[in-house]
């Protein structure tokens, strides 16, 4: 009996030291500098020629995987217009989100923001990790669909190791606190079904997601899978910009071709600097939906007229560069619940068969933060508002964008157009998608957030337009889906597998040149793409290395 109390106490004791160790040891863990700043220095400290195996532009959310893995058998260079995430407080939590997003725009922000045509505000990641190290951490597995429809034959048990490796370096199991509980309890009620639990999966009905954020709400990103590198074999060049692919005519091996045999880049203090391929070698472009087909019509590769017309010397006539660009609309409303909220990103979604897809984030918001909040009237004002919203993205989408340049200066966001709801099933996708948005309000679980008037009604209070009242009304819906159209920052396409790279992400009709990012997706992944983007960076990796050995 002794021995069992005493053996209870030391239970007891292990609970107690396990509960308090893991935040004491989190706080040294914060402290301690990532091993890939080992191997990562600023490009103005690199020679003005150098050669490797792979050169690959831009440490993004491709790039980083794909690096990572060809350094285990090659000698790599990545080249990175940013800085490190690493030490920056906003961009490294959870809660620092909106700020770090929202920081004031210069050539050092990890946030480069940029607007469609339409108006639209939309962000790219411009920070080793690329937009995975700016992003809402949400992390789902692309669906069967995208496998089946993308134009390349995936290695199913391939594509699922690669998903796995990342997934042991940087993905979570989230908390759910109130507001993405009371979302998966509405999305249930509204008949978003089954439930599933939580699953990396993409399936019709609720679940909750994987996460980049860590249980202390720090993010993880891709520049951590660089931690997989070796280190003896990888360089990382940061706060270098490449301004030029560097292309040669028909050598005697391949009569017909051109070949990409390195790039041009520039420091921050202007210097030049040439990266050169070594034979067998190659120029991985990963520089994001974005950057990437702006890079290859700066270095000349593009439609012969369009390059023409701006008087860029033509490399090689590559007529889809910089078409079907994609992205897919946000659409959904904000209220200010009547009591304060913890702040959530994405946790729980909801998908449709309609083709719509539900998220919900809750934002905390000091008083004196500048934007939107003076003129939201509260009944007393509290420090910290809370905005908590319920959003819809739509599959797809089907309506076709572009991209054109706007300068031949490569740090300058090039002129996009997205197009949203020119195709009329985006439209129908996006009104099933706030008619369930419209059910969850109407469901027991939102009305906690409601608020009591004087004559004892009880109502939301929205921020931003609330739904039409009559949400059966097409018409209605349709003006909302228009009016109020956002980013979810899904952009992908630009330079798209089938049109401006073949199966293998080489560059059709040229040489020892591959796009590897979301700039090559003829369509999105069903969920949020982060994680198919890692995976199609470790994938590459892994099938190259097979390919040369
Ligand atoms: C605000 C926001 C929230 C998001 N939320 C989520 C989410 O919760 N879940 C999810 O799955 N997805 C989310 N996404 C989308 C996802 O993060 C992106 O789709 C994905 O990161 C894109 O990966 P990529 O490899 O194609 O490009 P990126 O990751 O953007 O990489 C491109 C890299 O290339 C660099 N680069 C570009 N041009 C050059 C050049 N000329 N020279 C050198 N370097 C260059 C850039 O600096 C960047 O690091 C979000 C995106 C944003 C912006
Ligand atoms: C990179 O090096 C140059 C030259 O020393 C310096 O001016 C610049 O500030 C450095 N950049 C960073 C981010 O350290
Ligand atoms: C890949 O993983 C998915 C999800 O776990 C599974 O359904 C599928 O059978 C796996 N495919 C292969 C080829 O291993």
Redesign the pocket.
């Known amino acids: 009996m002794a021995k069992h109390i005493h053996h209870n106490l030391e239970f007891l004791a292990a609970v107690i030291i396990f509960v308090l160790i893991p935040p004491l040891k989190a706080k040294s863990e914060q402290g301690k500098s990532p091993p890939y700043l080992k191997f990562a220095f600023n490009a103005t400290e690199f020679p003005s020629e150098d050669y490797y195996d792979y050169v690959i532009i831009g440490g993004g959310t491709a790039g980083c995987p794909l690096a990572a893995t060809l350094s285990t058998n090659f000698r790599v260079l990545v080249i990175e217009r940013g800085g490190v995430p690493y030490g920056r407080p906003n961009l490294m939590s959870r809660d620092g989100f909106l700020a770090s997003l929202t920081e004031v725009d210069n050539l050092d922000s990890p946030a480069q923001a940029f607007t469609s045509e339409e108006g639209v505000a939309n962000a790219r990641g411009r920070v080793l990790g690329g937009s995975s190290a700016i992003n809402a951490g949400f992390y789902s597995?692309g669906d069967p669909e995208f496998f089946q429809n993308s134009g390349v034959s995936w290695d199913?048990?391939i594509?699922?190791q690669s998903?796995e490796w990342v997934e042991r370096a940087i993905v979570f199991r989230p908390d759910l606190r109130n507001w993405q509980s009371a979302f998966r309890d509405g999305l249930l009620e509204a008949g978003v079904a089954p439930y599933n639990g939580f699953s990396?999966?993409h399936k019709i009905g609720t679940k909750i997601g994987g996460t980049t954020f860590d249980n202390y709400g720090r993010r993880h990103s891709a520049a951590d899978l660089l931690n997989y590198a070796k280190a003896s074999n990888i360089k990382v060049a940061l706060h270098g910009t490449v301004e030029r692919i560097l292309v040669a005519s028909a050598s005697a091996t391949s009569l017909s071709s051109k070949s990409a045999v390195g790039v041009v880049y520039r420091d921050q203090l202007g210097g030049f600097h040439h990266a050169m391929v070594r034979e067998k070698g190659e120029v991985i472009v990963s520089a994001g939906a974005i950057g990437s087909p702006q890079l290859l019509l700066l270095s000349g590769i593009g439609p012969r007229p369009y390059l023409s017309s701006w008087g860029i010397p033509v490399v090689h006539h590559s007529p889809y560069v910089g078409q079907f660009l994609y992205d897919n609309p946000r659409n959904g409303i904000s209220i200010v619940p009547p009591f304060p909220l913890e702040h959530s990103l994405i946790q729980v979604v909801g998908i449709t068969n309609a083709g719509a897809y539900l998220e919900a984030a809750s934002t905390v918001i000091p008083f004196a933060y500048p934007a939107r909040s003076v003129f939201i009237r509260t009944p007393s004002p509290p420090l910290y508002l809370t905005v908590a919203s319920l959003m819809e993205k739509i599959s797809g989408p089907l309506s076709v964008g572009s991209l054109r340049l706007a300068s031949i200066d490569i740090r300058a966001n090039p002129v996009v157009r997205f197009n949203y709801f020119t195709n009329p099933v985006d439209l129908d996708r996006c009104i099933a998608g706030m008619r369930k948005i419209a059910g969850i309000l109407s469901g027991r679980s939102m009305d906690y957030f409601k608020f009591t008037d004087m004559g004892g009604r009880r109502d939301f209070r929205f921020v931003g337009p609330a739904l039409p009242v009559y949400s059966s009304d097409d018409i209605l819906m349709a003006d909302f889906c228009r009016h109020t159209v956002n980013t979810i920052w899904h952009y992908h396409g630009g330079c798209i597998v089938g049109k401006v790279v073949n199966h293998d992400f080489r560059v059709i009709g040229m040489d020892a040149l591959r796009i590897v990012d979301g700039s090559t997706f003829n369509i999105s992944p069903g969920t949020n793409p982060q994680a198919t983007l890692m995976m199609l960076g470790r994938y590459l990796g892994l099938k190259i290395i097979k390919e040369r050995l």
């Open positions: 597995r199913l048990s594509v699922n998903f990396l999966e």
